[in-house]
């Protein structure tokens, strides 16, 4: 990991560069497979099946006795932690529902905002070295919650043509049915466009290689995406009061996801840097995906600083996936956090618990998305529609500023909209 000691701003731009993400380089061969999606539907689907996954398949659908198969080989523990997850994830997603509230803008005129719920959605689901089962719960708890009529949950199989029995089990407690046996930038297209047995949806949501990702980013003319998406990433701000065995298990977490992800410390503790060099060393020893976290640690960075502001400021400038608070943060500095997917704040809040069962929502926006995004919540499964209702008197009382500001704009029609029904 790099290192900076008190780095002036005019290095922060350093300190916060990810790892290259070369889409141009992709985007042809991601274009072909989505013309040839769109062109040739689930004869496409299955070729690239076969090329990519190594699986022949006859059929694109994951069977009711797929599902009660694989329902049998999850261990019961496991099933039990899926179910406490659900629960905390539905508990959280549920309270986001929002009642309409009527206001009256002026006399006679009601205004009002009600929720809809996004008929069609598509739900990728990574499913190769990390199947994560967890994002079925994160994507199909608050998609059923919200009410969408279509689920669609899009997974590649393995060279068996099954697909990871934990996704399914994931699946099937969140009562989604319609599960389709591709993976890749080809099942992005698919629910995209359609296929004769994949169905085209409205939104697509959830993480992805680069390949799924640069196919978001280009079926974006002909559906919604949940947000724009990198490798994964997490910053800890960290001080003198930190476990550095605390700090290393949190940086490590993120770092195993791939070669690509990135972690940064921010520290106003010289020795707590250096104790969590010697803390990351030791554990990286003992984990399975070492050779990937390393690759992930080479571009990655820690950095002193002299306080919690100078610390958050920095923070907001990379605007992290997850930002972890590993200290005693002065709790006035929280509404300095403008930029971050989400927050962990102290000791005992590692990521993980995000990650799965805490209850908040993993899908979260990366690359410096978090700016401008927000993660995945009740409201992305959602449309919101206004409505208004005026009396005679309501109208009356805006015709005079509705009939200058159209005629103002040159739009006669606009205003004899309003002069038709005041002079009659």
């Given at each position: 990991m790099n290192?900076?000691?008190y780095p002036?701003p005019?290095l922060?731009p350093e300190i916060c560069?990810r790892p290259l993400q070369?889409?141009?380089?992709i985007?042809?061969a ?5 013309v040839a999606?769109q062109k040739k539907?689930?004869a496409?689907l299955k ?6 996954d190594g ?9 009711e006795?797929e599902?009660k ?7 019961a ?7 406490q997850?659900k629960?905390?994830i539905e508990?959280f997603?549920?309270a986001?529902?929002?009642?309409a509230?009527k206001?009256?803008?002026?006399p006679?005129?009601?205004c009002?905002r009600?929720s809809?719920?996004i ?6 689901i ?8 967890s994002t ?6 608050p ?5 969408c009529?279509?689920?669609?949950l ?11 029995p934990?996704?399914l089990?994931a699946?099937?407690l969140?009562g989604i ?6 993976g890749g930038a080809?099942a992005?297209?698919a629910?995209?466009?359609g296929t004769?047995t994949?169905?085209a949806?409205y ?8 390949y799924v990702?640069a196919a978001k980013?280009l079926v ?5 995406i949940?947000?724009p998406?990198?490798?994964?990433e997490?910053?800890v701000?960290a001080?003198?009061t930190?476990?550095?065995d605390?700090v ?6 993120q770092?195993?996801?791939g ?5 940064l ?6 020795s ?6 010697q803390a990351?060393?030791?554990q990286l020893?003992?984990?399975?995906r070492?050779?990937?976290?390393a690759?992930?640690?080479?571009h ?5 600083v ?6 958050i ?6 605007a992290p996936?997850?930002l972890?608070?590993s200290g005693?943060v002065p709790?006035s500095?929280l509404?300095?956090?403008?930029a971050?997917?989400?927050v962990?704040?102290?000791h ?13 929502n993993?899908?979260?926006?990366t ?8 993660g995945?919540?009740?409201?992305s499964?959602c449309k ?6 005026l ?6 009382n805006i015709?005079d500023t509705?009939i200058a ?5 040159g739009?006669?029609?606009h205003s004899?909209?309003?002069?038709v029904?005041?002079t009659?």
């Amino acid at each position: 990991m790099n290192f900076y000691k008190y780095p002036a701003p005019e290095l922060w731009p350093e300190i916060c560069k990810r790892p290259l993400q070369e889409f141009q380089k992709i985007i042809p061969a991601v274009n072909s497979i989505i013309v040839a999606v769109q062109k040739k539907g689930d004869a496409a689907l299955k070729t690239f099946s076969k090329k990519f996954d190594g699986v022949q398949l006859e059929s694109l659908i994951v069977t009711e006795n797929e599902v009660k198969e694989a329902t049998a080989l999850v261990s019961a523990s496991l099933k039990t932690a899926l179910r406490q997850a659900k629960k905390n994830i539905e508990a959280f997603h549920r309270a986001q529902k929002e009642a309409a509230r009527k206001i009256a803008t002026a006399p006679g005129i009601v205004c009002w905002r009600e929720s809809r719920a996004i008929e069609k959605v598509g739900l990728y689901i990574p499913g190769g070295s990390a199947p994560l089962f967890s994002t079925v719960l994160m994507l199909g708890v608050p998609a059923r919650l919200a009410g969408c009529k279509e689920i669609v949950l899009c997974t590649p199989c393995n060279k068996e043509g099954k697909v990871h029995p934990v996704i399914l089990y994931a699946a099937a407690l969140c009562g989604i049915t319609k599960i389709i046996k591709v993976g890749g930038a080809q099942a992005i297209a698919a629910m995209a466009y359609g296929t004769e047995t994949v169905p085209a949806v409205y939104k697509i949501f959830g993480p992805g290689n680069q390949y799924v990702t640069a196919a978001k980013q280009l079926v974006q003319n002909q559906v919604a995406i949940d947000m724009p998406a990198g490798p994964s990433e997490v910053l800890v701000i960290a001080d003198e009061t930190a476990n550095p065995d605390f700090v290393a298990a949190d940086l490590l977490a993120q770092a195993e996801h791939g070669p690509d992800s990135q972690v940064l410390l921010i520290a106003t503790s010289a020795s707590l840097i250096k104790k969590t060099e010697q803390a990351i060393a030791g554990q990286l020893e003992t984990l399975p995906r070492k050779e990937i976290t390393a690759k992930a640690l080479a571009h990655s960075r820690m950095v002193l600083v002299k306080n919690w502001q100078q610390a958050i400021a920095l923070s907001n400038y990379y605007a992290p996936e997850h930002l972890i608070l590993s200290g005693k943060v002065p709790a006035s500095l929280l509404k300095n956090i403008s930029a971050a997917g989400s927050v962990f704040i102290g000791h005992y809040s590692p990521e993980s618990a995000g990650d799965y069962a805490s209850g908040t929502n993993h899908t979260l926006p990366t690359n410096g998305y978090a700016t401008a995004y927000s993660g995945v919540s009740l409201d992305s499964f959602c449309k919101k529609i206004t409505f208004q209702q005026l009396s005679r008197r309501g109208l009356e009382n805006i015709a005079d500023t509705v009939i200058a500001m159209a005629e103002a704009e040159g739009l006669q029609a606009h205003s004899n909209a309003v002069k038709v029904r005041i002079t009659n």
